[in-house]
Structure formats: structure tokens, C-alpha cells
């Protein structure tokens, strides 16, 4: 599967903003997917993922409450709906393939990031 994220921007404190990740391949609805950032100086930590069916998502407790992770299995499209964004959900956020790896997600393949900032 490729992946290609978008629809990163600069957004002030406590707005929204929704990613996409446009995928292509014969596996994409056989896949679960996720989504992670990476803040300036930071390492990359897991923000959401979603079962291949849809029907289970999984948070990072940063992020619970404000984000919705969500899936068109149809269009090839993952999404990631963010709200009441902070000054420090500023990041670029990766799209990616993932499995389940004990109790984490590893991201499997990776889209290129795109760049959210949210200023105060």
C-alpha cells in the first residue's frame, strides 16, 4: 500500500482541522491504519489507529476526546478529524499501514507527513 497524507495547515488554538490519507493498492481495506507525528526535536509517537473493518480505534490518551480517527474503505481514504487543538499538536503527522505489536502499534509503511501547526 502508498499512502499520501494532506490537509495540514496553521489553525489557531482550540480549532479543528482534518487530515486525509489517500492510499492505493489491492491491500489498503485488508490494513489497518494509523496515524503519528512528530514534534520539532521530538520522536515520533503514535496518535490513533483503526482496524481494517472499521470497527475498533484506538487513541493515544493525548489525543482522546479531541481526535477522530476514521476510515473509507471504498475511496481508499483514512482520516483524522482533530479538534480543540493545542499549541502542542503542532507535528507532522504520518499516515501509516499498521499491525498491533504487543501492546503498541508499529506503523508497517509510511506515507510522507504533512505539517500541522496550531498557534496560541
Known amino acids: 500500500v502508498q499512502l499520501q497524507a494532506s490537509g495540514g495547515g496553521l489553525v489557531q488554538a482550540g480549532g479543528s482541522l482534518r487530515l486525509s490519507c489517500a492510499a492505493s493498492?489491492?491491500?489498503?481495506?485488508?490494513?489497518?491504519m494509523g496515524w503519528f507525528r512528530q514534534a520539532p526535536g521530538k520522536e515520533r509517537e503514535f496518535v490513533a489507529a483503526i482496524t481494517w473493518t472499521g470497527s475498533s480505534t484506538y487513541y493515544a490518551d493525548s489525543v482522546k476526546g479531541r481526535f477522530t480517527i476514521s476510515r473509507d474503505n471504498a475511496k481508499k481514504m483514512v482520516y483524522l478529524q482533530m479538534s480543540s487543538l493545542k499549541p502542542e499538536d503542532t507535528a507532522v503527522y504520518y499516515c501509516a499501514a499498521v499491525n498491533l505489536v504487543g501492546k503498541s502499534w508499529s506503523g508497517e509503511k509510511w506515507g510522507q507527513g504533512t505539517l500541522v501547526t496550531v498557534s496560541s
Open positions: 493498492g489491492r491491500t489498503f481495506s485488508m490494513s489497518h
